[in-house]
């Protein structure tokens, strides 16, 4: 049958071990993690892979959720997918925000996004506290692909307008490859 993709997911109380635990699953079926991104949300783990293995023990992974699911306490999903793309033809950029934590931050950035045809390829919020006055700060960095067709000088206006409306710091740079010697 050759080699299957799927996209696996799984939630719950964190704990020592538990990546292991997770990794251990994919490596029983010979398999391998090809992309993952972890995080402890609250007092939750939360774990998305891009696995792939044998079409034949991805069937008896899947098969075997309910049993994993009840002996590791998680919630599992597992959608097939297909092997990673290329990477999509245009400018990448990195786009940094800092605010006041507010409500429909993520939402106003996206839409601008949306609007001008940007692909977000990755996504990662937190909030902190601020030196000296404690208040809460809220940080998105994203890494986006602007389409052939995306005036930068539009998107940049748009992003002014943005970060004069929601008083956010917006930094929109270039990603440039680094040099190999």
């Given amino acids: 049958m050759g080699i299957a993709y799927a996209v696996f997911s799984a939630i719950g109380a964190d704990r020592v071990g538990i990546v292991d635990d997770i990794s251990g699953l994919v490596s ?9 991104k972890m ?7 939360a774990v998305m892979m891009l696995v792939s293995m044998e079409a034949e023990a991805l069937d008896a992974l899947i098969a075997r959720t309910g049993e994993i699911e009840t002996r590791l306490s998680l919630k599992i999903g597992v959608k097939r997918t297909r092997e990673s793309f290329a990477p999509e033809h245009g400018r990448p950029y990195s786009l940094e925000t800092v605010s006041l934590d507010g409500k429909g931050i993520v939402h106003s950035v996206s839409a601008v996004l949306r609007k001008h045809g ?6 990662e919020t937190r ?13 998105m960095k994203a890494n986006i692909v602007l389409g052939q067709g ?7 206006r748009e992003l002014e307008d943005l970060q004069a409306t929601q008083d956010l710091d917006i930094i929109l740079m270039p990603l440039v490859p680094t040099r190999q010697d």
């Fill in 28 to 36: 029983e079926g010979g398999g391998n993690i090809e992309e993952s």
């Fill in 39 to 45: 995080a402890v949300l609250g007092s939750e783990f």
């Fill in 118 to 123: 940007i692909n977000i390829e990755d996504l």
């Fill in 127 to 139: 909030t902190d506290r601020a030196p000296l006055t404690g208040a809460p700060l809220f940080r």
């Fill in 150 to 156: 995306c005036a930068i000088g539009a998107l940049r």
